[in-house]
């Protein structure tokens, strides 16, 4: 046979719904409208209603009473006698408004023990509030909430008694005593719905509801029931202060071995810490130093990798100039000779090979004068110079007038270099351009060569 506890508490005494007040005060607890540590608003669970339980009861009435009320003043002759509002009319009166029933399936007990199956029991409420409305049509439902942010789960609901048997005044009427009788309390809640909840309670948690006891099944009031709700609360509240105190003094004997032990340690760890902090010292000194060190190899790298850049660069102009390597050696054959250059002047519209080759290098001494020193250049007793040249009037040759020199620009006659001017004198050629460049690239592969300032000038 089952032991799990059922009740089924109504509001009455000092916790009957008598005033507005009365009802704003079950609907400020019934919809935690209100901090607190203990309970809390996202624990619940609305089945019938809004969070506006108080209009939730004012629409009830609403629908239950106005055509009543409208035809009630229609056939008073004194306007005395006449009901603006039903709602407020009854909250004057000393009687219950609204009726509050409280239904609970288990102790706090037995939920310490079924932790898991508590949220089962949205399943056996719900259950529970249509069984009532089917078995109590006169108890008019405003409002229903499961609460499970205490100890055990339990269902509040708020409604209206509506009674239609009067025989003066308005033909339906709000009337606690007339819908719950004692035959009402006994026979639907404490039998009838106890029976069926049984069942519900059996499937969805796999224990039985105990069988009704003799004598009073139902003498908790509302009050009653909360006061012994908060009751429970304060004992638990109370057994968890003992624990925090004990933790609390375990903690202060802790605290005092741990004052014990720091002031026999506190000269070893200040001269720990002392040597950490001339340690710690010692190898910010030495990240300064590495970090210099790494600034300057970047700069070497930067360096290295600018002086590759250019050398790439005379690469690609030695490739570019390859191709007229033929006409260079014929110009720099020609020099040596001291022979003119015929068909180098554009002016006949006649140009050879050399001829367009010059042009391309051709750079003017002065009027009728011109010279070559990107072109070729001799290394002489006068250093390094370059052949001038004069146009020829005829617009159609170059006459070789003597030589220039590329430093301080003064002329030579071709008489006084005539001998100097020999191609193993020759400078500036791409052959020894281009064994430069491989000497260098050759040197750099080995990781022997660092450029000087006078090189990467």
Not at 19 to 27: D, E, F, N, P
């Amino acid at each position: 046979m089952g032991s799990v506890s059922y009740s089924a508490h109504i509001s009455n005494g000092k916790s009957a719904i008598t005033s507005k007040s009365k009802l704003q005060g079950v609907a400020k607890h019934n919809l935690r409208k209100y901090k607190s540590d203990e309970y809390s608003s996202n624990n619940i669970e609305l089945l019938v209603g809004t969070d506006n339980l108080y209009q939730d009861v004012r629409n009830v009435y609403y629908e239950e009473f106005d055509d009543v009320v409208k035809k009630y003043n229609d056939n008073q002759k004194r306007e005395d006698r006449r009901i603006d509002d039903y709602f407020d009319h009854v909250a004057e009166l000393d009687q219950d408004m609204a009726v509050e029933i409280i239904f609970q399936c288990g102790d706090k007990e037995f939920w310490e023990e079924h932790e898991e199956s508590k949220d089962k029991m949205y399943s056996v409420y719900r259950y529970t509030l249509s069984r009532l409305r089917e078995n109590l049509p006169d108890f008019k439902v405003a409002n229903a909430v499961i609460h499970f942010d205490e100890a055990s789960p339990h269902m509040h609901v708020v409604g209206v008694p509506v009674w239609s048997g009067a025989k003066k005044g308005l033909s339906k009427k709000v009337s606690k005593r007339n819908v719950f009788t004692p035959s009402t309390l006994s026979t639907i809640l404490q039998d009838k719905l106890r029976e069926e909840v049984r069942s519900c309670f059996r499937f969805n948690i796999k224990e039985m509801i105990g069988e009704k006891k003799k004598g009073r099944n139902h003498d908790l009031s509302v009050a009653e029931y909360k006061i012994k709700q908060e009751l429970e609360n304060l004992k638990e509240l109370r057994f968890e202060k003992e624990q925090t105190s004990k933790s609390i003094d375990s903690a202060k004997r802790q605290l005092k071995v741990l004052e014990v032990q720091y002031s026999e340690k506190s000269g070893e760890l200040e001269y720990e810490l002392t040597d950490k902090k001339e340690i710690a010292k010692k190898l910010d000194n030495d990240l300064l130093i590495k970090r210099a060190v790494v600034r300057v190899y970047d700069d070497e790298i930067k360096e290295k990798n600018a002086f590759l850049e250019l050398i790439d660069a005379i690469k690609r102009m030695i490739q570019n100039y390859l191709p007229l390597q033929p006409a260079v050696e014929l110009f720099a054959n020609t020099v040596e000779r001291g022979e003119n250059i015929v068909g180098g002047n554009w002016n006949r519209g006649i140009l050879s090979e050399l001829g367009r080759l010059l042009l391309s290098f051709k750079e003017i001494v002065q009027a009728g004068f011109c010279w070559f020193p990107r072109l070729m250049k001799w290394n002489t007793s006068m250093g390094e110079v370059a052949p001038v040249f004069r146009d020829d009037p005829d617009g159609y040759s170059y006459k070789l007038e003597g030589f220039r020199s590329i430093e301080t620009k003064a002329i030579y006659r071709v008489e006084n270099l005539k001998d100097e001017i020999c191609s193993e004198n020759r400078i500036g050629t791409l052959e020894q351009i281009q064994g430069s460049i491989d000497m260098l690239e050759r040197q750099i592969d080995k990781q022997d060569y660092k450029p000087d300032k006078d090189l990467r000038k």
